[in-house]
């Protein structure tokens, strides 16, 4: 098989080949996205849409059987533009290539335009950022958001430029095959110290903007965490490790096992009793902290389409960093 009328390795123009014998029977839209380009959700739809053809006849079939011999071929058309707006917003860059785009989130920035938040967004910082470096994914031109952070959760993240990037991330988030550790103070001193939750996760039962451990229905969560400071037994700075990706993970099972983040306003709604054992200045310090204390310092993956090892990590935030020296300060 081969790719012709490149204007760049991740948008061709065209998608050109001659099935072979080995290639008999297989389907039209399998054959196209193993070239590496596309999705195959994204061949169905342009082959429905009438962009491919069989010997220079148009086909709309997706499942076609290929024929050996006979000649198949895809018109792409250039990625549309994105519906968010280009802003201007400046950006932490940890790394950048024209796969891909790590970086530090701060806290409060929304990650994708949603009711109530239609710009100002990483997604409109990233389209003004990277402009025509986009080459399209799903045919709009742009970023890949592969995984979110919570509005208020500070840290890394990875976005992709590429389809291919955006394919080879999101299937690696998908099998787990990564790593992702985050720092979160707790009410309280977990006991042991170390250990994992495994609990699946739904929507809450009673309140729909909520998420919850779940007796039924719910996907499989598992979080594994460890103590690395703790302030007698009011407060403890975790690290907890991803195993599954589920919406609120870290702070829905945290809040499971009795040890809510620290301000956080949906799984922390009352004053915690832990906060008791603090001085006063401490005790206020993480009660008035205005959002969920947590931090994803870590993110490691394998370059999507290199192949290379990267391993990115973010110091803690400076509202974070302060609420420790208040802890510290206790004496």
């Known amino acids: 098989m081969s790719a012709r009328n490149e204007p760049s390795a991740d948008r061709p123009a065209s998608l050109d080949f001659t099935a072979t014998p080995e290639q008999a029977g297989e389907r039209l839209d399998r054959a196209f996205a193993g070239m590496g380009s596309l999705s195959r959700s994204r061949v169905k739809a342009l ?10 006849v148009a086909t709309r079939d997706p499942s076609e059987s290929l024929r050996p011999g006979v000649r198949y071929s895809l018109a792409v058309p250039p990625p ?7 802003q201007a917003m400046d950006l932490t860059i940890l ?10 989130k701060p806290a409060g920035l929304v990650v994708h335009p949603a009711p109530g938040h239609a710009e100002g967004t990483l997604v409109n910082a990233i389209l003004h950022h990277a402009g025509e470096e986009l080459s399209g994914i799903g045919g709009e031109k742009r970023p890949g958001i592969v995984h979110r952070l919570d509005k208020d959760t500070s840290g890394v993240m990875v976005v992709a430029k590429s389809e291919a990037a955006h394919q080879a991330l999101s299937a690696a988030f998908a099998e787990r095959d990564l790593e992702r550790s985050y720092l979160a103070l707790a009410w309280g001193t977990p006991s042991p110290v170390s250990g994992s939750v495994d609990a699946p996760i739904g929507r809450h039962p009673a309140d729909r903007k909520r998420m919850a451990v779940v007796s039924r229905g719910g996907k499989h969560a598992l979080t594994h965490f460890s103590t690395e400071r703790a302030w007698g037994a009011a407060c403890a700075l ?4 991803l195993a599954t990706g589920r919406t609120h993970q870290i702070r829905v099972h945290m809040a499971h096992i009795g040890h809510p983040l620290v301000g956080d306003p949906v799984y922390c709604r009352r004053t915690p009793a832990a906060a008791r054992g603090l001085p006063e200045a ?9 959002r969920q204390a947590l931090h994803a310092q870590t993110l490691g993956f394998r370059h999507p389409v290199s192949n290379e090892p990267l391993r990115f990590t973010s110091p803690l935030p400076p509202d974070m960093t302060a609420l420790i020296a208040a ?3 206790q004496g």
């Open 282 to 290: 401490a005790r206020e310090a993480l009660l008035a902290f205005p």
């Open 80 to 86: 549309e533009a994105a519906t968010p707006l280009p």
């Open 95 to 104: 790394f950048e290539d024209r796969h891909l785009i790590v970086l530090d």
């Open 327 to 329: 802890l510290d300060a």
């Open 238 to 241: 975790l690290r907890c490790r």
């Open 47 to 56: 082959v429905e849409a009438g962009h491919a053809s069989r010997d220079g």
